[in-house]
């Protein structure tokens, strides 16, 4: 089985009342991610991908390196045929000051979605994403 990897940031507001983005396919929500290119690290390739699909700079996230979250599965790829592959996804946690503007190139548009946990987008990898990241905000206050 062939196996690939994506890695992506979870963008927050740090304002009174936070937002986390979101992006839009026509049909469901997702990610700003990406697979890894050879020779990139996990975090390398989060902060490409982060600023390739949304326009968001490295200077403008601030990045807490202490959470990582990481899930398998199983989805067909074209690429391969249509075969099923093992994903790992590795997703990183960064704070942005505002909801910035979004500059669109890979999905149909973007949400910036308020935090009112608890979540459900009927997605499993958004809603255990975050339910991690409810869990570590919760430990914080």
């Known amino acids: 089985m062939e196996k690939v990897k994506s890695c992506g940031v979870i963008c927050f507001t740090k304002t009174k009342k936070p937002s ?7 049909y469901r929500y997702d990610l700003p991610k990406g697979h890894i290119e050879p020779g990139e690290t ?6 490409r991908e982060l ?3 949304t326009g968001i700079t490295r200077k403008q996230v601030c990045l ?6 990481r899930t398998i599965y199983y ?3 074209r690429r391969f045929g249509g075969e099923k592959v093992e994903k790992s996804l590795v ?8 909801e910035l503007e979004i500059v669109m190139t890979e999905h149909s548009s973007s ?7 608890p979540h459900y987008f009927h997605n499993r990898i958004i809603d255990e994403l975050l339910e991690t990241v409810e869990r570590k905000l919760m430990l914080e206050r």
């Open 91 to 98: 997703i990183f946690f960064g704070w942005v000051s505002e």
């Open 111 to 117: 949400e910036w979605v308020k935090w009112n946990p």
């Open 51 to 53: 600023f390739e699909e």
């Open 64 to 69: 807490e390196l202490d959470f990582r979250f």
């Open 42 to 47: 996990e975090l390398q390739c989060a902060l």
């Open 20 to 26: 986390f983005l979101l992006m839009k396919r026509s």
């Open 75 to 77: 989805p067909r790829y």
